[in-house]
């Protein structure tokens, strides 16, 4: 009686314990390449290292492969190599900013930075004195201000070029990309010359709002007529279907199937605008103490803050700025990480 033999899955694509041995030995040549060719050439510093690893890995890897399995396996070891390189070397100067902006902020970090404002302190005053209670709460304010009046413009201007398509589908959509272009510094002086001066003669938060709203709509419209395109007509044919109007399905089918890229789209506007400073210094006015109003009066702001401090100039002012930018990136990945983490729970509900 023969005995059944139970087989057992295999994974062909998962690197064999010799081909993780050979991968960690070529790790280790290309180190010590790199390290050798720069103590016999005028090459130094660590880009020197970073270009020279990376250089001899690849050349290493598909020496390697193209010995072991061919010309095709060697391409492919090329092409890995590349990818990885192209993703070290994005990664690499976002670790590097963030890690100069925790180890400058966090000496200026005190629980009194977030209780007081500077309303009685400058700049130059030891960092016991003041905080940036206003430019946090300032901040808040115009991002908030401009959502309410960018995210309803943006995503009906991407309804009207995805789901209407009317005449005006073509000029709109060379507007919302020309849009998508416009320096901030234009945005500010628009709004300077087109209503600050004209109209209300007085710096407010409402004016840096209006600002930004219009460098946060052509982003917002934009991705979510991308993600709006993704939605499968068979959905829309449905809704139609079963008797329900246009305007019905996009609502109750359309919009619903799209939540989590149209919560994506305003992730994005906020990031487009979370650290503008052109128009913020042109139109707030960047008060110094906490204004409860946007619609009367300066109202400060992270980004103002922080150019205010460096221009002083002194130990203190530049620990400041450092501390507001700590903040202000916190600020971002807070909200960021908020707003991912409802649409997840929406989409799972």
Known sequence: MSTAVEAVPTKPWKASTRERATDCAIFLVSIISSYTVVAVTPMKGKLAYFALFFIAYAILTSVFRATQRGSAAAKDALVNSLVAIGAIVTVIPAASILATVLAKGLPGISFGLFRHDMALATPTDPLSNGGLLHAITGTLTLVLIALILSVPIGILTALYLTEIKGRFTGPIRFLVQAMSGVPSIVAGLFILSAILYPITK????????????????????????????????ELREAGTALGGTQWRTVVMIV??????????????GVARIAGETAPILLLTGGGDRVNPSAFNGPMGSLPYYIWKSFNAGSPESITRAWAGLLVLVGLVLILFTSARFLSSRKAAK
């Open 202 to 233: 007085a710096y407010s938060g409402l004016m840096g709002s209006l600002a930004l709203t219009i460098l946060m709509i052509p982003t917002i419209a934009r991705t979510s007529e991308e993600v709006l395109n993704l939605i499968p007509n």
């Open 255 to 268: 919009l619903p199937a799209a939540k989590s890229g149209l919560v994506t789209a305003i992730i994005l």
